[in-house]
């Protein structure tokens, strides 16, 4: 049987992270509402074009076509456009055979408080006030950077990448190295490396990754044949020995990575550059400065105490 809505892996997006929508929110900018909404009629059979999160939604959404019985995962449009200025948009999905059918319009509003409604695990937004929103409510959310990905329709697998601290795990850590230094993490991170760290927002998103990783694992046991899709990777500026406790915390969740990376403050594009994933997602946006993969910046504690970080154009 399908899954019931409560036990499926569900990411909500905005349309500005699905599509591009540089051409209608410059509209909106220079002319107003009223503009947009004549702009957006007038262009209604006109299918817009690919946005930075597109590739990942695609893959994401073709394990319903894998597990047909189970349905397990879901993608869910929250939108700050009206029903009548969204129609483009589900124009625009119906054309890419994309399998969205529940949405929120919202007129206006910041639609993130609809995030636990959909029992999502994830909201992707290219609006920066709404993810700052969603995060200080404490739902998960992350603003999805401009960048020129490519969608590669020969490349079937899905890449999806972590940081650490401040993504997977609280900002507890993070704040002792931001407060005392490099030193004193170490050593604050030894004497307390079989202490489970407390979740971070994106836990729950990786533990469901993991099952869904289950279903293939049981796929491949009835089915040799069968090949994965779902790769999941962890890559964090730590190094040893702090490593210790990343593991001892991931053992206590059930879930495990098929690639982990330790790089003791290295520049992570080394490792994105070759990984390639269709999501990394990240704390520091010093990190998320790849021109030509999806970043994802998680505005979350100690590291996003202070000033803005650049977003995308609006969601309406």
Request: no cysteine; glycine share 6%.
């Amino acid at each position: 049987m399908p899954f019931p809505i409560e036990d499926k892996l569900v990411i909500a997006v905005s349309s500005s992270a699905l599509f591009d929508l540089s051409e209608s929110d410059q509209v909106f900018r220079d002319q107003g509402a009223i503009a947009y909404k004549a702009f957006q009629e007038q262009n209604l059979n006109k299918i817009l074009q690919r946005g930075v999160a597109f590739p990942f939604i695609r893959r994401f959404l073709n394990f319903n076509q894998r597990f047909p019985g189970e349905q397990p995962v879901e993608v869910v449009l929250l939108s700050r456009n009206s029903p009548a200025t969204g129609k483009r948009v589900f124009r625009s999905i119906e054309h890419y055979g994309l399998g969205i059918s529940r949405a929120a319009f919202v007129s206006g509003a910041s639609p993130f408080s609809y995030i636990p409604a959909f029992n999502a695990s994830l909201f992707l937004s290219g609006n920066e006030t709404d993810v700052r929103a969603a995060v200080i409510a404490g739902y998960p959310a992350g603003l999805v950077l401009p960048s020129k990905v490519e969608d590669d329709s020969s490349d079937a697998e899905l890449r999806i990448a972590f940081d650490f601290d401040g993504v997977l795990a609280d900002d507890e850590s993070e704040a002792v190295f931001k407060a005392r230094g490099l030193e004193k993490f170490q050593e604050y991170e030894q004497q307390h490396q079989n202490r489970v760290h407390n979740p971070g927002l994106l836990a729950d998103l990786f533990r469901k990754l993991s099952a869904l990783q289950g279903l293939e694992d049981a796929e491949l046991s009835q089915n040799p044949s069968y090949e994965r899709v779902l790769r999941t990777a962890i890559i964090t500026a730590r190094s040893a020995p702090s490593h210790e406790r990343v593991i001892t915390t991931l053992e206590s969740w059930g879930v495990s990575p098929n690639e982990t990376f330790f790089l003791g403050g290295m520049d992570k594009s080394r490792i994105l550059d070759i990984f390639r994933p269709h999501l990394f997602f990240d704390d520091q946006v010093s990190h998320l400065n790849a021109q030509n993969l999806a970043m994802v910046h998680i505005p979350f504690g100690v590291a996003n105490a202070t000033g803005n970080n650049p977003g995308t154009e609006e969601d309406h």
